[in-house]
C-alpha cells in the first residue's frame, strides 16, 4: 500500500512575491526607488524617470515629492552620481584653453590641495551649503600647512574656484539646478586694502640708493607708470614712444614650471600708459646700455625679441629676478642709512605707491583705473578706499576754502 504524504503549508512551495508599486514608490531589494514622469524640453513627450538607492521607504518618499515639484516647475535634474573630483577635473580640462595659464596653475594647486581631499568623493548633486561651509571651517581650522590654519584669503581663492565651477555645473553642464556654493557662509573677507606704503621722500631714497645697479630702470619705470612686473617685463621697444611719451601694455610674462610663459594682461586688453619727460630720459639710457651690451656680447647676443628690460646677455629677464632683488636694494640702502632705514615693502608695493600718491594728489580715480590696467574703476574704488576716505576727509575745507576765496 503506497502512503500519499501531503505537503503541510509551511512546507509548500512559496510563490515569489514581485514588488509593487505604491504611488511613485517601491522595493527593490534591500533599497527603495521611486518613479516620476518628467516631460522632454524637446520633444514634449512624458517619459518615467527611476531612481534609486534610498535607505527607507520614507527616503524615498520625500525625494519622490520634491522631484515632482521640480517637475512641474521644469526644474528637474536627472540623477548623476559624478564625484566633485571627477567633475572638477573634467571642468578645468575643458576650461584649460581659455584660462592664463598661471591662473590654471593655481586652479589645479587649490582644487588639488583643498578641495579634493575634503569633498573630492561626494557626489557633485549631495553637495549642499551646509557641506561647503564645513570645508571653509575645516581649511581655516586646519587646512594649511602641517595641520596649520589657512588664511582667509587662501579660502578666498578656493571659493572662487569653486562657484565657477559649480556654476557651470548649473549652467553649461545642467546637472544641478542651483549651486550650493552661492549659499555657503565662507569666513570674514580679507580685506584687499594695501598695507603702509613708502611716502614720495622713501621711494626718492630707494631709486637714488639702487641708481648703480642694472635693473635699476625697471624699479624706475615700475613707480613711475604703475604696470605690474609681468607686464613690464613683456615690454618691448615697439611698445615704447618715447617721442609721444607713452608706453603701450600689450601683455604680460610668468615663468611657469621652468618655462616662460607670455599671455595678454590681467584684464585681457591692452592700455596706453603716459610717462613723463624724466621716465623717457631713463628708457632712452636703458636702451643706450642695452645697445653697449650687444656690442660687447656680439653673436651671442639673445635679444631677437627686443625686450626692453634684458640681462647682459640680452635675454628676458626672470620674474623671480626683480622680486628677489628688490629686498636686497632696501637692505643695502638700510646698512648706509641706520639712522632713516626704509620700511619693509614688495616690489608689488611701487603699484601701490604710484596709485596712492595720484589719488591724494586729486588726480580722478577713472584716470588712475586706467592707468593701473583695472577693467572697472570700482576695483580701484575698493582696493584704494582708505586713500580715497583720506582725501574725501579734506574735501569740506577745500570746498569752503573756494567759496570764501
Known amino acids: 500500500m503506497t502512503k500519499t504524504l501531503v505537503a503541510t503549508p509551511d512546507e509548500r512551495p ?6 509593487k508599486l505604491r504611488d511613485g514608490v517601491m522595493k527593490r531589494g534591500t533599497t527603495w526607488s521611486y518613479v516620476i514622469r518628467v516631460k522632454d524640453p524637446e520633444t514634449g513627450e512624458s517619459r518615467p524617470r527611476w531612481v534609486s538607492g534610498f535607505a527607507t521607504e520614507d527616503d524615498a518618499k520625500a525625494a519622490r515629492d520634491e522631484a515632482r515639484v521640480k517637475a512641474r516647475r521644469g526644474e528637474y535634474i536627472d540623477r548623476n552620481t559624478i564625484t566633485v573630483a571627477q567633475y572638477l577635473d573634467e571642468w578645468i580640462e575643458a576650461h584649460a584653453v581659455e584660462i592664463k595659464p598661471k591662473t590654471l596653475k593655481d586652479y589645479r594647486g587649490i582644487i588639488t590641495r583643498y578641495i579634493k581631499p575634503h569633498i573630492g568623493s561626494a557626489r557633485v548633486q549631495a553637495v549642499r551649503p551646509s557641506s561647503v561651509t564645513k570645508l571653509y571651517r575645516d ?8 595641520g596649520r590654519p589657512l588664511s582667509p584669503r587662501t579660502i578666498e581663492y578656493v571659493h572662487a574656484v569653486l ?13 544641478l539646478a542651483t549651486s550650493p556654493v552661492e549659499k555657503a557662509k565662507r569666513p570674514r573677507r580679507e580685506t584687499s586694502e594695501p598695507g603702509a606704503v613708502w611716502t614720495t621722500a622713501q621711494l626718492r631714497s630707494f631709486l637714488t640708493a639702487a641708481r648703480d645697479h642694472r635693473l635699476w630702470a625697471f624699479f624706475h619705470v615700475a613707480a613711475y607708470t604703475g604696470a605690474r612686473r609681468g607686464e613690464l617685463l613683456h615690454l618691448r621697444w615697439a611698445d615704447v614712444d618715447l617721442d609721444g611719451k607713452q608706453l603701450t601694455i600689450t601683455g604680460s610674462a610668468a615663468f611657469i614650471d621652468g618655462e616662460r ?3 595678454t594682461t590681467k584684464s585681457g586688453r591692452k592700455r596706453i600708459v603716459s610717462i613723463d619727460e624724466q621716465t623717457a630720459q631713463v628708457l632712452r639710457n636703458q636702451r643706450k646700455m642695452q645697445a653697449e651690451d650687444k656690442l660687447k656680447v656680439g653673436p651671442e647676443w639673445r635679444g631677437a625679441s627686443a625686450y626692453v628690460f634684458t640681462t647682459g646677455w640680452g635675454a628676458p629677464i626672470h620674474p623671480d629676478t626683480v622680486s628677489s632683488l628688490f629686498p636686497t636694494l632696501i637692505k643695502r640702502h638700510n646698512a648706509h642709512n641706520p639712522k632713516d632705514p626704509l620700511p619693509h615693502a614688495r616690489l608689488h608695493d611701487l603699484r601701490h605707491i604710484h596709485a596712492t600718491t595720484l589719488l591724494l594728489a586729486g588726480v580722478p580715480v577713472h584716470v588712475v583705473a586706467a592707468r593701473l590696467g583695472h577693467a572697472d574703476p570700482s576695483i580701484t574704488l575698493r582696493v584704494y578706499a582708505h586713500v580715497i576716505r583720506a582725501a574725501e576727509a579734506s574735501a569740506a575745507d577745500v570746498f569752503a576754502q573756494a567759496i570764501n576765496e
Open 261 to 263: 610663459i607670455e599671455g
Open 139 to 146: 581649511l581655516i581650522a586646519h587646512g594649511g600647512k602641517n
Open 163 to 175: 562657484r565657477k565651477a559649480f556654476r557651470d555645473a548649473v549652467e553649461v553642464d545642467e546637472i
Open 14 to 19: 512559496q510563490k515569489k512575491m514581485t514588488p
